[in-house]
């Protein structure tokens, strides 16, 4: 099931530049839709749909950001229940800077709903500090507890399991979360800067 939703996941992306070429009307209902499937692939039931899903994303940020821009609070919702996941963290840090950049996408946002970008953030860097901590307090050569999969025969496709890996570039993800602090502290406004 999952190699079925992720082809067709990758037949929907073509999609979204349908969506702009529709008259007004049918525009935002098809780009609605586009935008709820995506959504759907994230942290779904299907393994491996949600960095493919993401990306498409950031596509309807820029081709349909009206549908996007509507359904803002459900995707940022989804992110940050998604944050834990190591394979994704760069790759939701990286959409949330792409919509920090384009002032159509955020101009009707909420205070709460950019704090909550800010609590994404914070709570991942918060994360990393107490891993590093964690792995300079522990002595070298500590043998791992065995997986609750040890006795099982668990095997993945080799593409998904590539799917599913962490990028191992925790600099760059931590630069990514202060990189989207800065954005998004500069896209508030004046009176805004304040409360945040």
């Not at 529709?22 to 960095?51: M, N, P, Y």
Request: charged letters at 20%; aromatic letters at 10%.
């Amino acid at each position: 099931k999952s190699d079925v939703a992720l082809c067709m996941f990758n037949i929907l992306v073509p999609l979204i530049s349908y969506a702009t070429m529709k008259s007004e009307a049918i525009q935002k209902g098809f780009g609605d839709d586009l935008v709820r499937s995506f959504l759907s692939g994230i942290g779904g039931a299907w393994e491996g749909t949600s960095r493919g899903c993401i990306h498409a994303l950031s596509i309807c940020s820029l081709e349909i950001p009206s549908s996007v821009a509507g359904l803002y609070p459900t995707i940022i919702d989804k992110m940050s229940k998604n944050m834990t996941q190591a394979h994704l963290t760069a790759h939701i840090l990286e959409f949330l800077i792409e919509v920090a950049l384009l002032p159509e996408m955020h101009s009707n946002f909420h205070p709460d709903e950019i704090k909550m970008i800010f609590g994404i953030c914070i709570q991942f860097l918060e994360k990393t500090r107490e891993q590093y901590a964690s792995s300079v307090a522990s002595p070298p050569g500590r043998m791992n507890p065995p997986s609750r999969y040890s006795g099982m025969n668990f095997r993945r496709p080799p593409f998904r399991q590539a799917m599913l890996s962490d990028i191992g570039l925790p600099q760059y993800a931590a630069a990514l979360a202060y990189h989207n602090m800065i954005f998004w502290f500069l896209s508030l406004r004046l009176e805004d800067r304040k409360s945040t």
